[in-house]
């Protein structure tokens, strides 16, 4: 529910980027009333996608889910049951942003700037971790299930988040905050970004090559030995680390703090509930 729920946050489309959508749906038939579309897609493929599918190509080569999920959302319900050569080609395209499909007469490219969002159980039985039900699966099992999402894909996932299960009287609760106001905050961060790298070619903190990560995520003297303790700890990838810094820096900018400060650090640290694992 919550996945489905992103593109209701995420900030508005600009023009050029409805028009990359909708040129995308208009090759595969897709745009049937032939108008502009201005909602960020929504995809979720079935986990028995092949990867063909999944990244495009076939004889008559077509975009794939990932194309088609560019400038939104690919949503992969239920992560490890996805067959493992259909996750693993996704390692491309989530760091390019484009997919290239070649054929003997010719070479196409086709965008796919999505957020992939994705969920697991805990175990195979769903229960590992819960306070009111026992889970019967052996170390083992876990340890298998667990093991079917391949450390680099991990590696390229920003924010890893557990979620416990929904009291009943929790369900029909209609004083969280809706929709709306959440993307208020985002837009403001949103522009905050794009006013702080107008000059660099870049819109957001996902963008940030690491040259310009020394110049706009620079830590305190506190904060980079929090860092230090945590990577020791959990023997992480320098991949990880910028993605950690990256998001420390976009809660800064909900916040609409300048600097990247302690608790900012902290807080990103508990967005990665599988580096325990
Ligand atoms: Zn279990």
Excluded: W
Excluded at 30 to 42: A, D, E
Excluded at 197 to 224: G, P, Q
Aim: glycine share 4%; net charge positive; proline share 4%.
């Amino acid at each position: 529910m919550m996945a489905k729920r992103i593109v209701t946050i995420l900030p508005d489309m600009t023009f050029e980027e409805s028009l990359e959508v909708t040129k995308i749906y208009s090759i595969v038939g897709k745009n049937s009333n032939k108008s502009l579309m201005t909602t960020r897609p929504f995809r979720s493929p079935h986990h028995t996608i092949s990867s063909t599918s999944m990244v495009g190509g076939g004889s008559i080569p077509k975009p794939g889910e990932v194309s088609l999920a560019h400038n939104g959302v690919l949503f992969l319900d239920e992560l490890p049951e996805f067959k493992r050569s259909s996750l693993e080609v996704l390692r491309g395209p989530l760091e390019d942003r484009t997919v290239s499909i070649s054929r003997v007469q010719s070479n196409l490219t086709y965008p796919c700037n999505f957020m992939l969002v994705a969920s697991m159980n805990p175990c195979p039985c769903g229960y590992f971790g819960d306070k009111e039900r026992k889970c019967k699966c052996t170390e083992q099992q876990i340890a298998n299930y667990k093991n079917r999402i391949s450390g680099p894909l991990l590696d390229r996932i920003d924010l890893h988040i557990e979620v416990s299960n929904v009291k009943f009287k929790n369900l029909s609760n209609s004083e969280e905050e809706s929709s709306e106001e959440i993307k208020k905050r985002v837009n403001k961060a949103r522009n905050i970004q794009e006013e702080r790298y107008k000059e660099y070619e870049i819109h957001s903190n996902s963008e940030l090559t690491n040259r310009l990560m020394e110049k706009f995520c620079v830590l305190k003297e506190s904060s980079r030995n929090i860092l230090e303790r945590y990577f020791n700890k959990n023997s992480l990838s320098a991949r990880s680390y910028s993605k950690i810094l990256k998001v420390a820096r976009t809660i800064a900018d909900l916040e609409e703090s300048k600097d990247i400060e302690d608790r900012h650090i902290l807080e990103a640290l508990r967005y990665r509930s599988l580096d325990k694992r």
